[in-house]
T-cell receptor, first 113, second 115 residues
Framework: NAGVTQTPKFQVLKTGQSMTLQCAQD?????MSWYRQDPGMGLRLIHY???????DQGEVPNGYNVSRSTTEDFPLRLLSAAPSQTSVYFC????????????FGQGTRLTVV | AQKITQTQPGMFVQEKEAVTLDCTYD???????LFWYKQPSSGEMIFLIY??????QNATEGRYSLNFQKARKSANLVISASQLGDSAMYFC????????????FGDGTTLTVKP
């Protein structure tokens, strides 16, 4: 039972490079989200999706793109990495509706130098 | 405006005692859900407990209970009989019916359980 799988677990990028953080879930969840967590702080929503083909911006979307072509996958693209994007990134999914908890991936620790 | 406020950056509790972690929220939506998650030092996020805005009774899950005071817009987490393994960061989160795909998290409270 894989749940939510994020890859990679660790990544170091140079300023200006681009990359994609992968997120896949095998629970047939409608809702998926990306968060970033900076040291000692809470989770801030980057982008979210309520179903295949539907995405929307969260609190801190600048510098990131998402797409949701399938129910299972929700990749996060960093267009041109900046040191301010150094953070831990979490992908989460939930069944849909108001009363369902989120299941989180293990996180990706990204460092931009 | 901050939708979820956790005013206690850090808390200490003696093993086997109870502790309350505070959470206040702000919404004009009459239908919403409140969640608590635990993040141990290993980094994963673990769901603990849920309370719906229309639930008449406070939620309980084992040693976790939620003290829900709707008029005060507070949803405090109570951990009874604290254990060393409860040392972690705890996050309060909310989902509103008008945009259920979007969850908002507080900044968290770091709980340390002393032996």
């Amino acid at each position: 039972n894989a749940g939510v799988t994020q890859t990679p677990k660790f990544q170091v990028l140079k300023t200006g490079q681009s990359m994609t953080l992968q997120c896949a879930q095998d629970m047939n969840h409608e809702y998926m989200s990306w968060y970033r967590q900076d040291p000692g702080m809470g989770l801030r929503l980057i982008h979210y999706s309520v179903g295949a083909g539907i995405t929307d911006q969260g609190e801190v979307p600048n510098g990131y793109n998402v797409s949701r072509s399938t129910t299972e996958d929700f990749p996060l693209r960093l267009l041109s990495a900046a040191p301010s994007q150094t953070s831990v990134y979490f992908c989460a999914s939930s069944l849909g509706g108001l009363y369902t908890e989120a299941f989180f991936g293990q996180g990706t620790r990204l460092t931009v130098v | 405006a901050q939708k979820i406020t956790q005013t206690q950056p850090g808390m200490f509790v003696q093993e086997k005692e109870a502790v309350t972690l505070d959470c206040t929220y702000d919404t004009s939506d009459p239908s919403y859900g409140l969640f608590w998650y635990k993040q141990p030092s290993s980094g994963e996020m673990i769901f603990l407990i849920y309370q719906g805005s229309y639930d008449q009774q406070n939620a309980t899950e084992g040693r976790y209970s939620l003290n829900f005071q709707k008029a005060r817009k507070s949803a405090n987490l109570v951990i009874s009989a604290s254990q060393l393994g409860d040392s972690a960061m705890y996050f309060c989160a909310m989902r509103e019916d008008t945009n259920a795909g979007k969850s908002t998290f507080g900044d968290g409270t770091t709980l340390t359980v002393k032996p």
